[in-house]
């Protein structure tokens, strides 16, 4: 299993609409077979993706997908910041 975590800091007059594309990567994420959890937490104009992945080949499909790509290029003007991805195993 794989997990990754990506932190979005919204700029302040965009978070809502990066809330909205947030929502459409989730339910079009969450069709794909090795998704195994792909869950959205916000905290003001911070968003944190959760994802587990059955393995990598099916996570590579995932990043190659044009929902994705095509988000990665319009979210960077809306963050205030570069966006965290951390990819990670779980240890206990």
């Known amino acids: 299993m794989i997990s ?5 800091n919204s700029k302040t007059e965009h978070t ?6 947030l929502h ?5 994420t969450r069709k794909e ?3 195994v959890r792909y869950d959205l937490h916000q905290s ?3 968003f944190i993706l959760w994802e587990e992945w059955q393995d990598q080949p099916g996570l590579d499909i995932h990043n190659n997908q ?3 790509l095509n988000f990665i ?3 960077e003007a809306l963050v205030s ?3 965290q991805v951390y990819k990670t195993t779980q240890i206990l």
């Open 16 to 21: 809502e609409k990066l809330q909205s594309m």
């Open 4 to 8: 990754i975590t990506a932190i979005f």
């Open 33 to 35: 077979a090795a998704c």
């Open 66 to 68: 044009s929902y994705l």
């Open 73 to 75: 290029a319009q979210s």
């Open 44 to 46: 003001e104009n911070i």
């Open 81 to 83: 910041t570069p966006i």
């Open 24 to 28: 459409h990567l989730v339910t079009e």
